[in-house]
């Protein structure tokens, strides 16, 4: 037991040496802010049923904070998209683009839905994307 206590010692030392961070908390600083973002395809309906549908997009990738919104603004007036549908999406570095899906909820069967999407920083700052007003129909 005397002769393991020094062993152990000197392992946990260069293990402190050599590793000073652990991997899982080395974080990749956020990527530069996009000076313009536009969509490169859609928006457009991924699915609908009665009660919900699926609106998808792609952009350029927005940088700037990693966490990120796909927003859709919508209404069964072209006019006056005051309902607000989002989700969340964590950008990866790594890709020049983001594929944004968004859930409409709630919605009323058998109904024109018309749309337009947009994507925001969490703190509700626009990447300033916007698309032309679509629509879609559920079910």
């Not at 859609?42 to 609106?55: K, M, N, R, Y």
């Amino acid at each position: 037991m005397k002769k393991l206590l020094p062993v152990l010692a000197i392992a946990f030392t260069m293990a402190l040496l050599f590793c000073p961070k652990p991997i899982g908390a080395q974080l990749i600083p956020p990527a530069k802010k996009a000076s313009h973002v536009q969509i490169t395809e859609g928006p457009s309906l991924e699915s609908a049923q009665d009660t919900w549908a699926i609106i998808t997009w792609t952009s350029n990738n927005p940088g700037g904070s990693d966490e990120h919104f796909g927003v859709v603004h919508y209404g069964t007036d072209a006019k006056d998209l005051s309902q607000t549908a989002k989700s969340h999406i964590r950008l990866n570095q790594q890709h020049s683009y983001t594929v944004f899906r968004v859930r409409v909820l709630n919605l009323q069967p058998h109904t024109t839905y018309y749309y337009t999407v947009d994507s925001m920083n969490p703190d509700g700052t626009s990447d300033g994307v916007k698309s032309p007003v679509k629509q879609f129909a559920t079910r």
